[in-house]
C-alpha cells in the first residue's frame, strides 16, 4: 500500500488510535525546524508534503479515443446561424426548430457539430407520433451523428433509421414501421402506396399512422382512390385525415365537392358606386347537414343541430378550410388580395380563418401572404379565432414574401397577436437568410 | 456546456465577494490609525489561525470517519470563526469542505489533502518572516487579507501583449456570481487570470469576448504565482483564432513548477491539442498517448465529444486535482465554441 493510502487511512482512525505513519518518498525534503509534538500536526505535516508532491509529480494517465467518425462533404451551416440554433434549442422559438433542420437539409448545409448533442436530446425527447425532428435532426446531423449515435445509447435513433428495412416492417414497433414507411414514401412514392394498400387490415390506429405518413409528403391525384376509400372507414380518426389530405390534393373529387358547396355559401354584391367601388362579400352559411357532407369530414360541432347560428358558422368554416382556394380566384374573377380586401367586418374573423386553413393546408402563398398583410394591417385580431389563425398562419407563410411590419394605425399600440406574428415573420425570415448558402 | 454553480473556492475571490456586498472603505486619512488596525488585524488572524490549527488537529486526532455522519454546521461553525478573525479566505475554503465528505470515492483522500494544506497555510503564516516577499503575498492573499485595486494598478509595471481570450467560468454562491477569464499572451506566453464579481441579478463583466484578441495592458497582482491581473488600459480588439495547443506533459511540467512555487494552487489554465476518449472515463489523449481525466463535475462532455469527431482538437480549459474542466474548443473552421 502507498504511503499516501497509510496515510489516509491513519487520518480516518485519528491519532488517537493510530500511529503516523513515515514518509520516505525518496526525494521529498527533510523538514527544517524539527518535527512536531502533537502527532496530529506531524500526520497534517505530512499529509500536507505529500499532497503537493502527488499533484505535482502526477502522471498522465491512459485512454482510448473511439475511431474518427468520417468526414461529411456538407458544409456547416454559417456560424449565425449556428448561433440561432443554440438560441432555439435553449428555449427560444422552439416549434421553429424543425423549419430550421428543413431549410439546412433542403440547402445541404449541416448543424454545427458541438450542437448535436442538445438537437439529438431534443430530438429523442419528441413522441414517436410525431418523428419529424427525430428524422430530421439525423438528417442535419450527416456523418456526425451517426457516429454520436454509435457512442450513446439515446440516439441510436439516428441509425436506426437508415437501417430500417422490411423486416422493421414486419416485426418492429408502431414507430419503426413508421420510419419505414416514411423512407419508403420518400424513396419510392408507389411502392409506399402499394404497401399501405396492402397493409389496410392493420388496427386503427396503424391506419392512422399510414395517412399521417403520407400527410408528410408530395400527394398526387395516384393516392386519390386509396384516399377516397379511406373516407368510408369504421373509425372517425381515418375518415377525418382521409378527408383532410384530399382537401390537399390539387384536382380531387372532394375538392370539388367542397367548391360547390362553397360557392353555395359566399358571393359578391356589386357595389352602386362603380365598378368593383364598395362590392361587397354576403355569406349564407349552409343551413342543412347530410351524409355526404359528414362522408366528407365536415361535422357539426358537439353534434348539435345545424340549424344554430353558431352550428352553421362553424359548417361554413369547416367548408372554407377545405375547398381549394382556385374556386374563389376563378368565380370572383379578382386576385387573392383582392378577394382578401372585401372582407367583411362581423364575419371577417370566420373569412379569415376559413381562408387561412385552407392557403396552410393547400400550401397556397399567394393567399397566405394576402391573408397575412391583411392581418397584420390590424386584421381580425380581436377575437380568439383570429389570433389563433393568425399565430399558426405566421409560422407558415413565406416571410420574406410577407410583410413584417404592421400597417396599422401608426403611434397606437400593437394588439399583442399582431406584435408576436412580426416577431415570428422577423424570426424567422433572418432564420432561413442565415442559412443562405 | 452550461457550467453548474459551484463552490467559489480560492482566497482571493473571497476577498472580492466580501468587497462586492461591503463596498471598499475609503483609503483612512490617518495614518498611524491605519497602521494600529493593521496590526490589531494581524493579531486577530494570528489568533484565528490558532484556533483552526486546534481545529485541524482535533479532527486529525479524532478521525475523519465521522465526517460523512457531520452536518454542513461542522464546517460552518469553524468558518463562522474565521469570518470573525477576519481571514475570510480561509472561511470560504473550510464552507467548501462539507460537501466533500459526500462526494464519492476517494473523499477521505480528498478530505484530508484540504485540512492538510489548511494546516500547511497556518504554518506558513506563523513563519511567514523567514519566507520570500511574493510567497508571503500568495499566503496573506490565500487567508483573505486584501489588496486595493488601486494599489495594484500602482504597483506592478504593466504587461503589454496580445492577450488571447481563452475561456470564461461562471461560478456562483449565495448571493454572488464570479466569473474567471483565463488570458494567455500571443507574443510571450504568460498566463493571466481575470476575476470579476457580480451580486445576484446583476451582470457579470462581458468586455471580453472568447476566443477573440486584446492588446491591452495588464498589471498582475504580487504572489508566488502571479497569475490574477488586472486590465490597465485597452488598445485594440482582434480576431484571434485559435491558440497554440500543446502536449499533456508539458502542462504537467507546467503545473508542477508553478505548485513548487505556490503549492495551494489548485486551478491551472491548460491549452491542450487533444482527443476526446470516453474509455474508461471521460477523458483527453495527446499524440504522444498521455491522457488526463476530465473533471468529474464537469458532466458527460458530450458537445466536446460532438465537435471533435474522434479527431484532435485544440482545448482550453482549467487543470485541477481532480482532473481538467473543458471549458473552450475551437472548430475546423478556428472558431471558439463555449463549451
Known amino acids: 500500500m502507498s504511503t499516501w493510502q497509510d496515510l489516509v487511512t491513519a487520518s480516518l482512525i485519528g491519532t488517537e488510535r493510530a500511529g503516523v505513519p513515515a514518509v520516505a518518498d525518496p526525494g521529498l525534503p527533510v523538514r527544517a525546524g524539527g518535527v512536531p509534538d502533537d502527532p496530529a500536526a506531524l500526520l497534517l505535516d505530512r499529509a500536507a508534503l505529500l499532497t503537493v508532491a502527488r499533484r505535482g509529480g502526477r502522471p498522465a494517465g491512459q485512454a482510448e479515443p473511439p475511431p474518427a467518425a468520417e468526414p461529411d462533404p456538407a458544409p456547416a451551416a454559417s456560424p449565425a446561424a449556428g448561433r440561432r440554433l443554440a438560441r432555439m434549442l435553449g428555449g427560444e422559438h422552439p416549434d421553429l426548430l424543425a423549419e430550421w433542420l428543413t431549410a439546412a437539409v433542403a440547402r445541404d448545409r449541416r448543424a454545427p457539430d458541438h450542437l448535436l448533442p442538445a438537437l439529438l436530446d431534443r430530438a429523442r425527447r419528441t413522441p414517436p407520433s410525431g418523428p419529424e425532428l427525430r428524422l430530421l435532426s439525423a438528417q442535419a446531423g450527416g456523418s456526425r451523428a451517426r457516429w454520436l449515435a454509435g457512442l450513446n445509447p439515446d440516439w441510436t435513433f439516428v441509425t436506426a433509421q437508415a437501417q430500417a428495412d422490411e423486416n422493421a416492417w414486419r416485426l418492429g414497433s408502431t414507430s419503426q414501421r413508421r420510419d419505414y414507411l416514411t423512407l419508403l414514401r420518400a424513396r419510392d412514392p408507389a411502392g409506399a402506396r402499394d404497401l399501405v394498400t396492402r397493409s389496410w387490415e392493420a388496427a386503427a390506429p396503424e391506419r392512422v399512422m399510414f395517412l399521417s405518413v403520407l400527410a408528410d409528403a408530395d400527394l398526387s391525384l395516384a393516392d386519390e382512390p386509396l384516399l377516397e376509400a379511406a373516407l368510408d372507414d369504421d373509425n372517425t380518426q381515418v375518415r377525418s385525415w382521409a378527408a383532410h389530405l384530399l382537401s390537399r390534393l390539387p384536382g380531387s373529387a372532394l375538392g370539388r365537392r367542397m367548391a360547390q358547396r362553397a360557392r353555395g355559401c359566399v358571393r359578391i354584391d356589386p357595389g352602386v358606386l362603380g365598378p368593383h367601388l364598395g362590392d361587397q362579400l354576403v355569406m349564407s352559411p349552409p343551413d342543412q347537414w347530410d351524409m355526404a357532407m359528414r362522408r366528407d369530414g365536415l361535422l357539426p360541432r358537439g353534434g348539435g343541430s345545424p340549424q344554430q347560428l353558431d352550428d352553421r358558422t362553424h359548417l361554413l368554416l369547416e367548408i372554407l378550410a377545405r375547398a381549394p382556394l382556385c374556386t374563389w380566384t376563378r368565380e370572383f374573377g379578382r386576385t387573392a388580395e383582392q378577394i382578401v380586401g372585401l372582407l367583411p367586418g362581423p364575419w371577417a374573423p370566420v373569412l379569415f380563418t376559413g381562408w387561412s386553413r385552407a392557403a396552410m393546408t393547400q400550401r397556397d402563398q399567394e393567399w397566405m401572404i394576402a391573408l397575412i398583410n391583411w392581418a397584420l394591417a390590424g386584421g381580425p385580431t380581436g377575437t380568439r379565432l383570429g389570433a389563433e389563425t393568425l399565430r399558426r398562419h405566421a409560422r407558415r407563410v413565406d416571410p420574406a414574401r410577407s410583410a413584417r411590419e404592421t400597417t396599422a394605425s401608426p403611434g397606437a399600440e400593437i394588439p399583442p397577436p399582431i406584435r408576436d406574428a412580426i416577431r415570428v415573420l422577423r424570426f424567422r425570415y433572418d432564420m432561413l437568410k442565415e442559412l443562405e448558402p | ?339
Open chain 2, 1 to 339: 456546456m452550461s457550467v453548474p454553480p459551484a463552490r467559489v473556492s480560492s482566497v482571493a475571490e473571497r476577498w472580492d465577494r466580501e468587497r462586492v456586498l461591503a463596498r471598499e472603505p475609503a483609503r483612512p486619512k490617518d495614518p498611524r490609525a491605519a497602521a494600529r488596525r493593521a496590526q490589531q488585524r494581524e493579531t486577530r488572524v494570528a489568533s484565528g489561525l490558532a484556533e483552526l490549527d486546534r481545529w485541524l488537529c482535533d479532527q486529525a486526532r479524532q478521525g475523519l470517519a465521522a465526517s460523512q455522519q457531520a452536518g454542513y454546521g461542522h464546517w460552518d461553525d469553524i468558518a463562522a470563526r474565521m469570518v470573525d478573525a477576519q481571514a475570510p479566505g480561509l472561511a470560504e475554503r473550510l464552507r467548501a469542505l462539507a460537501s466533500v465528505p459526500h462526494s464519492g470515492a476517494g473523499w477521505d483522500g480528498r478530505l484530508l489533502e484540504e485540512y492538510a494544506l489548511l494546516h500547511l497555510l497556518v504554518v506558513a503564516y506563523r513563519r511567514r518572516d523567514e519566507l520570500p516577499a511574493a510567497l508571503r503575498e500568495t499566503i496573506r492573499s490565500r487567508i483573505g487579507f486584501s489588496l486595493r485595486q488601486a494599489d495594484v494598478l500602482a504597483g506592478g509595471p504593466p504587461v503589454r501583449d496580445h492577450w488571447q481570450v481563452l475561456a470564461r467560468r461562471d461560478l456562483e454562491q449565495d448571493r454572488i456570481r464570479a466569473r474567471r477569464t483565463w488570458l494567455r499572451g500571443r507574443k510571450a506566453g504568460r498566463d493571466a487570470l481575470l476575476l470579476s464579481f457580480a451580486a445576484t441579478g446583476q451582470s457579470l463583466d462581458d468586455s471580453l469576448t472568447v476566443g477573440t484578441d486584446a492588446d491591452a495592458d495588464l498589471v498582475f497582482y504580487p504572489g508566488a504565482v502571479p497569475l490574477r491581473a488586472v486590465v490597465l488600459a485597452r488598445h485594440d480588439d482582434s480576431d484571434g483564432g485559435p491558440p497554440d495547443g500543446g502536449p499533456v506533459a508539458g502542462l504537467l511540467a507546467g503545473y508542477a513548477a508553478a505548485l513548487a512555487a505556490d503549492p495551494w494552487l489548485d486551478s491551472w489554465p491548460a491549452v491542450l491539442e487533444v482527443t476526446p476518449a470516453r474509455a474508461p472515463a471521460p477523458a483527453v489523449r495527446d499524440t504522444d498517448g498521455d491522457a488526463l481525466p476530465l473533471h468529474p463535475g464537469a458532466g458527460d462532455c458530450w458537445p466536446l465529444f460532438a465537435l471533435s469527431g474522434g479527431r484532435p482538437v485544440t482545448l482550453a480549459g482549467e487543470w485541477t486535482p481532480r482532473g481538467l474542466w473543458p471549458l473552450t474548443a475551437w472548430d475546423e473552421g478556428g472558431r471558439a465554441v463555449t463549451l
